[in-house]
């Protein structure tokens, strides 16, 4: 079959073996270019499909599929940090062949069910929006709380979704013109103020972090679900004179002992319109390096990139 890889030459299809072995067989019908896989990429990923965010079909039906099987059984998953479990070590388009190919194999445990009314390819983003609703709920956030995202692409926004879900008073940054246009679609208020109760870095730059720090209120929380590949420069005297909660925020867990991949595909159907917000660019298959090129060029207007092996 015909998969995405990542090689020396660059973003190439390869044939590979038929998924063969125990599990779930999976069609996959999208697959999200996310921004990590471009510094995994960078950083010598190879040997893998990729695709870590993915919507398909399993037995007639549209399942989204969390990228990491957590066991259930080790000590994080005991206590409800299921993100921290041994499993996350090995991911789906990470150590695990992902979602840009015709057929994918995982564990049981890595289906979501779908709401009705989602399809496979718009399943595809529960992946990235599970990320702003484990930052969400890491936050603490109140009916009425004044809450500032940093960032308007999909965590970005998947975020401030969330956090308006919960009552808050959202605003959001936007970098790009296609973000601005992703964020008012939503009914996001685009442009930030001072004295926010919760601030979220969803770009994950100097600039941002400092940004946040500056924005939020004393005593406020700052929760940070994006990336930082390198050390970040904190603005220490900001940060201590204002006694500001930093909260780091990675992948997505359980919350209340519901999966937040669920909770995020519970968000996906009562937003319908987020598909069409932050979905850009679909490519099939045969195209994965001219979508991969597009999607690391945002002043083009590229927010979300889907590859659809089926299409």
Known sequence: MRAVRSTDEGIRIVEVADPDGDGVLVTP????????????????????????????????RPVAIQPFAFCGECEACMASRAHFCVGTRN?????????????????????VELPDGI???????????????????LASIEPGMRVAVIGAGPIGVATAVAARQQGADVAISAKYPAQTAAAERLGLAVGLGKKYDVVFDA???????????????????VVVPAIYWDDAKLPGMTWSMKEIRL????????????????????????????????????FPLERAAEAFETAADREAGAIKVIIEPQA
């Open 29 to 60: 019908h999208a697959a999200g270019i996310c921004g990590s896989d471009a510094h995994m990429i960078a950083n010598g990923l190879r040997g893998v499909t990729l695709g870590h965010e993915i919507g398909g079909i399993v037995d007639g």
């Open 91 to 111: 991911g789906h388009g990470i150590t695990l062949d992902g979602g840009m190919a015709e057929s994918l194999l995982v564990e049981p445990g890595c289906i």
């Open 119 to 137: 399809d496979a390819t718009a399943a595809a983003l529960v992946e990235p929006i599970a990320v702003g609703v484990h930052a969400v709920n």
């Open 203 to 221: 770009a994950g730059t100097d600039a941002s972090l400092a940004e946040a720090l500056a924005i939020a209120r004393p005593a406020a929380s």
């Open 247 to 282: 909260i780091p925020s990675i992948f997505y867990g359980h919350h209340h002992g519901v999966r937040e991949t669920e909770l995020a595909a519970a968000l996906l159907a009562e937003v319908p319109d987020l598909p069409d917000a932050l979905i850009t660019h679909r």
